[in-house]
């Protein structure tokens, strides 16, 4: 699946985006969607992630209460809300996709190697 990422932006500490990931042609009803990040200089680190169908969310500890994940009820876009940003949240921002399974658990949709598509990134820049 081909996936389009943007929203990205400049932001003062303490404001509010929200990321877009669109899927060329096909729905997300039968992924699991992930939102990654990678800061300069560091790895590319997990975010969020929603499950199959929209059903489940799980947020990084670093997020969690201040970015939620969700999607709209065509299952064509999944979004990232970020709010209270903080400086440290700089980054570019990465949607991704696999096909879910029942089986996966939830610690490897927090790792890279568990998707196989994934949006060209988009930059989010928080100002102190």
């Known amino acids: 699946v081909q996936l389009q990422a943007s929203g990205g932006g400049l932001v003062q500490a303490g404001g509010s985006l929200r990321l877009s990931c669109a899927a060329s042609?096909?729905?997300?009803?039968?992924?699991?969607m992930g939102w990654f990040r990678q800061a300069p200089g560091k790895e590319r680190e997990f975010v969020a992630v929603?499950?199959?169908?929209?059903?489940?969310?799980y947020c990084a500890t670093s997020v969690k209460g201040r970015f939620t994940i969700f999607g709209d009820n065509a299952k064509t876009t999944v979004y990232l809300q970020m709010n209270s940003l903080k400086p440290e949240d700089t980054a570019v921002y990465y949607c991704?996709?696999?096909?879910?399974?029942?089986?996966?658990?939830?610690?490897?949709?927090?790792?890279?190697?568990?998707?196989?598509?994934w949006g060209q990134g988009t930059q989010v820049t928080v100002s102190s």
């Open positions: 042609g096909r729905t997300f009803s039968t992924y699991d």
């Open positions: 929603i499950r199959r169908s929209f059903g489940g969310t």
């Open positions: 991704a996709a696999r096909t879910s399974s029942s089986r996966t658990i939830l610690s490897e949709l927090q790792t890279n190697r568990a998707y196989d598509s």
